[in-house]
DNA sequence: ACCTGAACACCGTTCAAGT
DNA sequence: ACCTGAACACCGTTCAAGT
């Protein structure tokens, strides 16, 4: 904030009159504007902007907006630490990897979209799939079946942080519209379930008995979505251990 | 094609220049697009185009794109048929449920990117929640964790869909690129998962052990993607029962 | 050699003016 | 009352012309 005017000695040549671009500059400043606008404002010509240039001098760098989302999207798992040993065995150390994997993205609006599009192949995604294989591995499941456990994974991982990143916008919207008095954040998540709730209400008992029937347990389902991300992560890994485990 | 001139006879008053708007007719104008076109060439003017008009008459009868294309999903979800008692016990038609879903989401390219945006509530949407759910419940699932089962295999539903669309996708762009005449479906998926083999085959064994000892399990693994989507889906429906049966 | 102003071919959405 | 032409405020990407 305060750079340009930190160091008013600096001559000319030492201190130029904007950051040089760069390739790492323009992925840093859309992930910047990922935070800050949401994935789906991103455009080139605000990355652009950000950077005071104009849009045509962003394709000296990059491709196109594609390759930029998807180095965008490397650089937000750049921010996911992997366990050790001493954070437990290899199925505490894989259920925090996913919790940390699924919460940075998640913190970065839809930035995992990029991962639908196409197989991500940065040098962090990579990393990531080795730490997740290598623990599966330790967990005895096969070696045939530990590409395939992690794509399951992985893809667990993508929506899940869609999921995430969907209900943070939503409660951004309802904090933003309402009366900051009472936005409490229960009340928030209360009304970010509301419309969900609305629809499943409306049912008849006679078309949909067994959503009629488990209303209760419905609407209360989306209350601790940690709790249920972690249950969800669970279930897959003890259906991982039952039949696919080495002798 | 021909409908314009098959019935050359009808008076004007019978036969419109052209069909009449509605709701319905925009809806299944869109769908029709996405699967000649795809999701992402699907715009107001293209729709409106199709249906010889122009872009704000469909605003008469959705109130913007996303409305529209929310709609889509549900028609496209109309597509799915409900397994019944023939089909076997609960698990094999929780099964053949799933199947259908992902393959008929899947066949009409990123519609299923719009269950990721917003939560679906149109009525195809709640017919297969509910069929669902009641199949989970059938099969001794905990009535507190149905929605959570259910939202579980809607998340692999929708990921799974997408990873099956952006396959097809992939596969039409390299069918349209190379020669026709090689251009057999074990080329054509051989040539898919090219460029991820080669992300992978490029790792030094230092830095990346796991992933270059598995490699030739994770060069094999995207082949037979229908197998593998079922694997998936039964170590999930694995996981369920080990713990989460009523007692 | 590197950078970019201006242009091209698009978007979604609105609204005044028509029938 | 229903429909829509034209316009507004945007897009991603290209390329000729500058330095």
Redesign the pocket.
Known sequence: MTDRTARPRDTPRTRPAKA??SREAVIAAALRLVDETGTG??????VAQALD????????YV????E?MAEVYDLALAGVRLPGPADGDWRAQLELLVDRAITTLGGHDGIALVAITRAPTGPNALRLLEASMTLLRAGGIDDSLCPWAADLLDQFVTSSALELAARLRHQRVLAATGDSADATEAAMSAAAGSELDAAYGNLSPDTHPTITALLPAMTTAGRDSHGHATWKLGVIIDGLLLHHRRR
């Open positions: 040089p671009l404002a991103v455009t080139m010509r605000r240039t104009g849009p045509a001098s962003l394709y000296v491709a196109d907006r594609d930029l």
